[in-house]
């Protein structure tokens, strides 16, 4: 049998973009809930950002969990397409 | 052979692979930027490396041993205040040029990952140059130095790099790969997320990077011939080409290399080289050199030289010089491997040769100019004009330096307003994409978002039409001294020109001119032409059906202009506007033509066109241009009152097919479709009664009035694929072109009406409307129908209608003509009608199968044609955007 689960929902602190992504991992790391992260509030990501990015998609594929975005803008797509990382992620509207 | 970059371990794999996706996260993160931010970032990068200039040149000095600190602390001044300067005010993000009259604006994208090569002999201004151009276009970089100038590169870029990160730049924007080999470069080459490899440096590398299969800017090898005419201001070129060429010891590959002098002035110039400081060598002095300095086997420079001062290398080969020698100047006699200092040397080594005279000058440089050194740059000091422009146009050089020094010259924004740079592309001759001074705009891909344009469109009709009954009385007010009336046997026969040369006024010498009733050749024409000349005509009436016309539009622009060309003014075009072959303007005499139409069909009277029988190529060709028209259309229905019952039919149905045609067609506006649909609604009221009742002489001005509204209709919008089926299968089976026209006309419509296999492109239609227009003319004609649909087959049942009154016969064959004679005839018939221009201008593209159906839909006759295919059950609408 199983089980619908609600995904735990996370907003992303557009000031502090990558330590808000960092908590992220360390709450996936505890967990086994999926997790749909707010980007509405990001208009912009850095490097580090990015790192953490590819950190929290390793760490969802490995814990077979689903990590949505919802609310990216179109440059910050733009980033993660030419990072790689967008069919690490399922995209919400 | 060629390098290996399996042969790499997998650490170094781990490590390359690690540099990229470093460079690829700070590139992708990068395209967030906005052009302020990047101009934020890249004016403390250019002070931060003008405040180390000095400081990268000892360290490139200490490395390398090439070249002079002072000149190499120049260079990156340029490298980093002459580039600011230029750059600083360019837009290198988002929109960065609009074109508003074209609809076109231009976007930057950054290209993501550069892979950068850089040269020994400018290390660290190559690094500085390379680094700006990087952050103002929003591009990470890898930096592959060569491996004799690793640490000073490395250190230009870790100055660049903190500056730049410090105000915003993504972290990993720039790395510069250390103690790294071929094997590394072949892999970074390779590299999938590698976009563009920008190779300054040696052919080897320039070649490498070319072989990847990516993208690059590469630099070719140099060999700078420089012509000094006898008209040059002397001082100054020796002074300009000494400056150039002791430049950081020469080692600027645009430096000069070969000075051609005229015989004139030769030595005068050696003896200003010698009182300057530079020594001349003797003949057993030159060959010295060249057995010294440039290898022997291989016929390059030798290394040791390189970058040297001319003392140290005279030194090395025990030649005596004075101290402070600036350079050693070497006489040569010819070009190629006998005279080896004709190649590139990038050292205080410069070859000179007498000329005896311009056109040797000239020869000698081109010589040069392929000896190793094709699209870089070339060098001329003269006064002369014709001379400067003469070098320019025989030397290939990206870079034609004129009356300036090479190396200074060429790095652009000193001596002249070239863009600075430390990259010169030299074009296909140096085996590079580019003859560009490499600038920003190299690193860029810019996209041009293109707006849709409608084409202007034109609605273009004589200057004067009269019509209703009697309206040839209007000739009156043609005052004519010579007035040639061209016109067939029948007019002249049923009293017709008599009508006409009624209203002529009196003192005008009329003449008449009887062609036969067929379409014109150029003897017709010809004929016609001697006898305006003859009588000095200043006026042509043209009296008759669409074939008198046309002789009589021809023979005017023979008159006018005894020059044209008539066949190849029939040369096919796609677009008026855009054609090939342009109409004579200027006119050695002038002609009024008068058009007075005798039948209702092809409205020649206001048309462009002229079909002419080609005789000799066994073809009929048409001529089209406005300036064909006639001055004057007379439409006056009683040149039509005692049209027979046939003619009437078919003239009327060639009407109707301009209309319906002009109506659908891509080139239609609102102008031309007021035409088209008024002559539809006239076309349909007035032809059957003109057909039963000849004598009615409403009908037939009415009908009179039609064939000129649909021709002013289809002269601005052109016809269809009817009339390339009706002229391929009329000249094939002799049909009058009319009844060819009406045998296919019902089965054009539906092709037309349904889906189109292939839409004909046209900006100036929103959508396929065709099905539109056609239930538009349903509407206009009160026949009915709730749906598109239903309207356009009402629209065709009632054409069919039409037809059967007009006793038009219902199909090819009912017109006698057999089964196997047709299916013999298709292959040409197809070929035929695809070839005719008239479908070009139909809203359907059609393929030859579906050319092939229409003749057979044709052949089977009315009642077999359907708006869609019988398996096409979806309603047009469902199609096709509204």
Known sequence: MTMTTVPAYLEIDADQVSESLQRVCEKLTASHDDVCL?????????????????????????????????GVNVNVYRVLKLARLTSRFSFLS | MPVNAANLSEERVAYLE???????????????????????????????????????????????????????????????EFVYDYVKDKRTVGVIREFPERGVVEVADPIGVIFSLTPITNPTSTVLFKCIM???????????????????????????????????????????????TLED?????????????????????????????????????????????????????????????????GTICASEQTVVIDDGIYDRVLTKFAELGCHICN???????????????????QPMAVGQKATDIARMIGLSVKPNTKLLIAPIHGVGREHPLSVEKLFPVLAVYRAQSVDEAMKVCIDVNHAGGLGHTAVVFSRNEAIIQKFGEVINAGRIIVNSPGSIGALGGVYNDMVPTFSFGCGTGGGNSTTDNVNVYNYLNIKRVARRTQAHMWFRIPNQIYFNINAVENLRHFPSRSTIIITNPAMEQIGHVDIVRRYVPAETLVHVSVIPDAEPDITIVMQGVEALNF??????????????????????????????????LAAPFLDLRKRVVQYPTNKTSNARLVAISTTSGTGSEVTPFAVMTDKQHGRKVTLADYSLSPDVAIVDPQFVMSMPKGLTADTGIDCLTHALEAGVSIFGSPYTDSNAMQAIRLVFRYLPISYEHPENEEARGMMHNAACIAAIAFSNASVGVNHALAHAFGARFGVAHGRANALMLPHVIAFNAAVPTKFMPSPNQRGYIAHKKYAMMADLLGLGGKTVEEKVQNLIAATEHLLDQLAVPRSIAEMGISREDFERAIPDLVKTAFDDPSWRSNPRMPLLSELTELFWSAYRGRGAAKTADAAQKKTVDEWLCV
């Open chain 2, 18 to 80: 690690g540099l990229v996706s470093q460079a690829r996260a700070a590139a992708a993160v990068f395209t967030q930027y906005t052009q302020e931010d990047v101009d934020h970032i890249v004016k403390p990068m250019v002070l931060a490396g003008l405040e180390q200039a000095q400081y990268l040149a000892r360290l490139a000095i200490e490395e390398t041993k090439l070249g002079v600190v002072e000149d190499k602390a120049i260079k990156n001044m340029v490298a980093t």
């Open chain 1, 38 to 70: 707010d980007f509405a509030n990001v208009r912009r990501i850095g490097p580090d950002s990015l790192k953490v990015m590819e950190k929290l998609a390793g760490l969802a594929e490995e814990k077979a969990v689903k990590a949505s975005l919802r």
């Open chain 2, 535 to 568: 009588y000095k005509a200043d006026q042509i009436i043209a009296l008759g059906g669409g074939s008198v016309i046309d002789a009589a539009k021809l023979m005017k622009l023979k008159y006018e202009s005894p020059e044209a060309d008539l066949q190849e």
């Open chain 2, 134 to 180: 990087a952050i103002k276009t929003r591009n990470a970089v890898i930096f592959s130095p060569h491996p004799s100038a690793g640490r000073c590169c490395f250190e230009a870029v870790r100055i660049m790099y903190e500056a730049a990160v410090k105000h915003g730049a993504p972290e990993g924007v720039f790395t510069c790969l250390q103690g790294h």
């Open chain 2, 185 to 249: 470069n072949a892999y970074l080459m390779h590299h999938k997320d590698v976009g563009l490899i920008d190779a300054t440096g040696g052919p080897g590398a320039v070649k490498a990077a070319y072989s990847s299969g990516k993208p690059a800017l590469g630099v070719g090898p140099g060999n700078t011939p420089v012509y000094l005419e006898k008209t040059a201001d002397l001082n100054m070129a020796v002074v300009d080409i000494i400056t150039s060429k002791t430049f950081d010891n």
């Open chain 2, 283 to 301: 003949e057993d002095e030159a060959a010295l050199l060249g057995r010294t300095v440039i290898d022997p086997k291989t016929g390059f420079m």
